[in-house]
């Protein structure tokens, strides 16, 4: 549970600050799969042409940032109470199953390359895991198999 809170938390702070995170990474864009590196390039340079002329747009990021923080923060309740709260686990096991049609429907939309799609998707099947553990666990304390 404190894994899955981390890794939300965590995941939801790299968006305060998209522009620096990307920069950041292509200082080591010699060493990525070419097309990674013209995706992650393409990406920087629209943030910072937005983040240039508009930077108020970047307040959606810092919205979406506070989302996952306070997502995390609801899984206190089943740290503390895992039977009376498993509905938490059910929920965001389903939260996972659904970004695989997000990723997979507003990819393409969105002009996001199919490796990248994959790896978004990959944050619903990795996700996943640690829930149905964790739902396994709880259905155990509850008497079920």
Partial sequence: MVFFMVAVVI??????????GLR???????????????FLRK????????????PMIAYGFDWLAFAHIVIAGIFIGP?????????????AMFACIAVLPL??????????????QMIDCSFGVFGILPLYITNRWINQLKGKR
Wanted: hydrophobic residues 45%.
């Fill in 11 to 20: 995941s939801g702070v790299t968006a305060f600050d998209v522009e620096g």
């Fill in 79 to 91: 740290y503390r109470n895992p039977v009376k709260n498993q509905w938490v686990i059910e929920w």
């Fill in 43 to 54: 990406t920087y340079n629209g943030v910072h042409a937005v983040n240039s002329t508009y």
């Fill in 103 to 116: 990723a997979l429907v507003f990819g393409p939309l969105r002009s996001i390359p199919f490796f990248w």
């Fill in 24 to 38: 950041f990474v292509l200082q080591y864009e010699n060493v990525l799969p070419v097309q990674l590196a013209q």
